[in-house]
């Protein structure tokens, strides 16, 4: 059974900043990729930043490029999303989630989709006041 645990949300003050986990049991992160998304109310499930099953790969959406960063301990079997410099949009759930490698895809297009991810946490609520 494949899990995947968040922690590391909170109510935070714009510029702050905050580091999620994300715990995996029953799957090894290096295996596939590891994304993270977000979803306010009302909203669909937007894209912030995924890691690819190789050492260095990584994307990010334009809104938080630069802010965030998107890294894997394979150890621990853990990915986490560093966030500085927030901004009250960036309040939302986050969600890490996990997807078997493709190597005939074009991995940005492709691993920014979160239909393409086949395993979800339970989200962690961060939010950030102005």
């Known amino acids: 059974q494949v899990q995947l645990v968040e922690s590391g949300g909170g109510l935070v003050q714009a510029g702050d900043s905050l580091r999620l986990s994300c715990a995996a049991s029953g799957r090894t992160f290096a295996a596939g990729a590891s994304g993270w998304f977000r979803q306010s109310p009302g909203k669909e499930r937007e894209f912030v930043a995924v890691h690819s099953w190789t050492a260095y790969y990584t994307k990010y959406a334009d809104s938080v490029k630069g802010r965030f960063t998107i890294s894997r301990d394979n150890a621990k079997n853990t990915v986490y999303l560093q966030m500085n410099s927030l901004k009250p949009e960036d309040t939302a759930i986050y969600y890490c989630?996990?997807?078997?490698?493709?190597?005939?895809?074009?991995?940005?297009?492709?691993?920014?989709?979160?239909?393409?991810?086949?395993?979800w946490g339970q989200g962690t609520q961060v939010t950030v006041s102005s």
């Open positions: 989630a996990s997807a078997v490698a493709r190597y005939d895809v074009d991995f940005d297009s492709y691993y920014s989709d979160f239909r393409r991810y086949d395993y």
